[in-house]
């Protein structure tokens, strides 16, 4: 609630503003500002302004606010106007919400009227000593508040009709008692802003984890009958003699329902390169579907621990923690978002992981330039994992060893649970002439032996 004529002139009436010095100029909003103030009373002491809000007040208070990221114009103004001023005069209106202030140094005076009124007469408006408009805090054309226009003062004879009085208070000082009063109510508002934050934040999160979870559990329907390929693998291998070059198609009996299945073949490939074709495609899907199945279980579990995160953070209502949480920008590592690869951050260096040809040959076109890392396990297939460079800095052995069990885990290596790789700069890379899509051939390559860290994987992917 603001103050109404009654409080305010009780609140000036405990301020020791005549002979005080201003020393500095605080903004928190555009609404608010702290003047640092300085007497030989009371020595430093702090005057908390809120204008044009539904709590405008001026009190003393015994916190500097945060202060706001970029400063106004009118808080700029009065960096270079006031500060170093000697409060000589302090006036209120008669029966208003208003009052100047007389601020002098070796240049001359300078009036300070604050006005905190409802609607668009709430301002700060500083004048020369004939109060000829210098600067303000909002300007007001309509009511002819700009700079260089004499400011016409309204002086009341009366209360209007109404009665005022100075609400119940208790403690050592109105200003203190309004200081805490305003303190508690802010931060109740705040707790409740930050509440409304976090829960659109987590709402965010989890819309764009099920969004994940959706297309991994797709692949993993696209690509769940991986076993039917083997089968009709079988079955062809069981008559490959019945082949030859040429035909597309083939019948044959189904051992596993006593019927009839029709296998297409390439009438371009041999019995045996039709053959291993479909073994391909069932190792193909099934590496697909084993890699979609287990980042479904991650992203099942990364939704339940940022579910229980925000639980906690919006039970325990602990300002710090709420608002550290409300800045921090949504978590996009590993989010799928449509760009190739598995992406995380390790130790401050961004490392991407191409799980097949396909998002290998991507992030190699799109998302690489010569001085990241290129890493590969060693004679067995498996992904790319990129380590992104950071000028001035070197890959520390931790985030290349990091980097390691991940290439080891997303290859043919990973049932071993060690192998050798090697890695080198992408900028030595050179494709394979008429290769497979990604397929490339390192120069200059360094070798590197790994032991497989699953606990380490598990914590890096999560």
């Keep these: 609630?603001?103050?109404?004529?009654?409080?305010?002139?009780?609140?000036?009436?405990?301020?020791?503003?005549?002979?005080?010095?201003?020393?500095?100029?605080?903004?928190?909003?555009?609404?608010?500002?702290?003047?640092?103030?300085?007497?030989?009373?009371?020595?430093?002491?702090?005057?908390?302004?809120?204008?044009?809000?539904?709590?405008?007040?001026?009190?003393?208070?015994?916190?500097?606010?945060?202060?706001?990221?970029?400063?106004?114009?009118?808080?700029?103004?009065?960096?270079?106007?006031?500060?170093?001023?000697?409060?000589?005069?302090?006036?209120?209106?008669?029966?208003?919400?208003?009052?100047?202030?007389?601020?002098?140094?070796?240049?001359?005076?300078?009036?300070?009227?604050?006005?905190?009124?409802?609607?668009?007469?709430?301002?700060?408006?500083?004048?020369?000593?004939?109060?000829?408009?210098?600067?303000?805090?909002?300007r007001r054309p309509q009511r002819g508040e700009e700079k260089g226009n004499i400011l016409e003062l309204e002086e009341r004879t009366d209360e209007g009709g109404q009665t005022f009085s100075v609400r119940p208070w208790s403690g050592d000082?109105?200003?203190?008692?309004?200081?805490?009063?305003?303190?508690?109510?802010?931060?109740?508002?705040?707790?409740?802003?930050?509440?409304?934050?976090?829960?659109?934040?987590?709402?965010?999160?989890?819309?764009?984890?099920?969004?994940r979870l959706r297309r991994q559990e797709e692949r993993m329907r696209t690509t769940e009958d991986f076993y039917e390929k083997k089968a009709y693998a079988d079955i062809l291998a069981g008559s490959i003699h019945m082949l030859s070059k040429g035909m597309d198609s083939i019948t044959l009996d189904d051992y596993r329902t006593g019927g009839r299945i029709t296998i297409s073949l390439d009438p371009r490939l041999s019995p045996n390169e039709n053959l291993e074709r479909l073994y391909e495609r069932y190792r193909k899907d099934k590496r697909a579907y084993e890699m979609a199945k287990e980042d479904a279980e991650l992203t099942k579990a990364e939704m339940e621990r940022t579910r229980a995160r925000y639980e906690t953070l919006l039970s325990e209502k602990q300002g710090d923690k709420m608002q550290k949480e409300a800045d921090k920008p949504s978590d996009r590592r590993h989010q799928d978002d449509g760009r190739a690869g598995v992406r995380l951050t390790v130790q401050g260096f961004d490392i991407i992981i191409g799980r097949n040809a396909r998002e290998n040959d991507?992030?190699?076109?799109?998302?690489?330039?010569?001085?990241?890392?290129?890493?590969?396990?060693?004679?067995?297939?498996?992904?790319?994992?990129?380590?992104?460079?950071?000028?001035?800095?070197?890959?520390?052995?931790?985030?290349?060893?990091?980097?390691?069990?991940?290439?080891i885990h997303y290859s043919k290596a990973k049932k071993n649970g060690k192998a050798d790789l090697y890695y080198t700069e992408v900028k030595y890379l050179r494709r394979a002439k008429d290769g497979k899509k990604g397929l490339v051939i390192p120069t200059q390559e360094r070798n590197l032996f790994a032991v497989l860290d699953e606990k380490r994987v598990k914590e890096l992917l999560s």
Excluded at 19 to 32: D, F, L
Excluded at 378 to 399: E, F, H, N, W
Aim: charged share 30%; hydrophobic share 40%.
């Design 173 to 211: 000082s109105f200003n203190a008692f309004i200081d805490k009063e305003g303190s508690e109510k802010a931060r109740d508002e705040k707790i409740e802003d930050l509440v409304r934050r976090l829960e659109e934040k987590r709402d965010r999160e989890i819309a764009a984890l099920s969004d």
């Design 362 to 407: 991507e992030i190699l076109r799109h998302d690489t330039r010569g001085s990241d890392i290129w890493m590969h396990t060693r004679d067995t297939s498996g992904a790319y994992v990129i380590i992104k460079s950071k000028k001035g800095k070197t890959v520390p052995l931790p985030v290349l060893l990091d980097a390691a069990s991940l290439a």
């Design 1 to 138: 609630m603001s103050l109404n004529w009654r409080e305010l002139e009780l609140i000036l009436s405990e301020l020791p503003l005549e002979n005080s010095y201003i020393q500095k100029v605080t903004e928190h909003s555009i609404h608010s500002f702290t003047l640092s103030m300085y007497s030989q009373s009371d020595k430093a002491w702090l005057l908390y302004f809120e204008i044009a809000t539904p709590d405008a007040r001026v009190v003393r208070t015994s916190h500097m606010r945060s202060k706001a990221s970029t400063a106004q114009r009118f808080t700029q103004y009065m960096r270079a106007h006031l500060v170093g001023r000697k409060i000589t005069a302090v006036r209120q209106l008669p029966f208003d919400r208003a009052f100047i202030m007389d601020a002098e140094n070796s240049e001359g005076k300078v009036r300070i009227v604050v006005r905190l009124f409802s609607g668009i007469g709430a301002n700060v408006i500083i004048t020369d000593e004939d109060f000829r408009i210098l600067e303000l805090m909002y």
